[in-house]
């Protein structure tokens, strides 16, 4: 069965830079979910879309951006790198916004330098 | 506000031995729980969840886990570890006041299952 991808799996960027990770959702699934997760920390919610607006934000920074397109695969933006930022961040979707069934992407690690 | 505590930020056990990670939540309304898996450098996979129904929940690789409300809990059990159980456990919690379009994380329960 088809699963969540996320690209790339591995981002290299220094400080201050900007990166874009992408996220394409299981088919027909309208909802994207989009998490942090630290070294050693557990994931922390950033924001999620539905039907290509934005349905809930959680602890994402005024330096990142994200949007869903009509193809609902979805876009995290993050300009003006910092070292805080390097950690893994997982892509998840769902249909129709129902987040306990969503279903996770393997993520991409981003490690900033 | 939703919040999940997993009190054992490490738990080594020996192999074939049984296992119990706590998970404690507090919400004041409707829950749902979950129970996901991290193996090292992989993504986050659902082992099990309690929406409704019976407070025994039973999931993947032989891991079940029990919903108590009065007790605010949802532990994850497994009666005979395996090597390959070693992975990051968290748990999870959907509620009410976010019409469940949430999932808050626990910290984590890093599992070590000994030879």
């Known amino acids: 069965a088809a699963g969540v991808i996320q690209s790339p799996r591995h981002l290299i960027k220094e400080k201050r830079e900007t990166a874009t990770l992408k996220c394409y959702p299981i088919?027909?699934?309208?909802?994207v979910y989009w998490y942090q997760q630290g070294p050693g920390q557990d994931p922390q919610f950033l924001i999620s879309f539905y039907e290509k607006m934005q349905s809930d934000k959680g602890s994402i920074p005024d330096r990142f951006s994200a949007q869903q397109f009509s193809d609902y695969h979805s876009e995290l933006n993050m300009s003006s790198l910092e070292l805080g930022d390097s950690a893994l961040y997982f892509c998840a979707s769902s249909l129709g916004r129902i987040a306990y069934e969503q279903y996770f992407g393997p993520g991409t690690r981003l490690t900033v330098t | 506000a939703q919040s999940v505590t997993q009190l054992d930020s490490q738990v080594p056990v020996f192999e074939e031995a049984p296992v119990e990670l706590r998970c404690n939540y507090s919400?004041?309304?409707?829950?749902?729980l979950f129970w996901y898996v991290q193996y090292p450098n992989q993504g986050l996979q659902l082992l099990l969840k309690y929406l409704s129904g019976s407070t025994l929940v039973k999931g993947i690789n032989g891991f079940e886990a029990e919903f108590n409300k009065s007790q605010t809990s949802f532990h994850l059990r497994k009666p005979s570890v395996h090597i390959s159980d070693t992975a990051e456990y968290f748990c999870?919690?959907?509620?009410?006041?976010?019409?469940?379009?949430?999932?808050?994380f626990g910290p984590g329960t890093s599992l070590s299952v000994i030879p």
């Open positions: 088919p027909r699934h309208d909802t």
């Open positions: 919400s004041s309304v409707s829950v749902y």
């Open positions: 999870a919690v959907s509620d009410q006041s976010t019409s469940y379009d949430k999932v808050i």
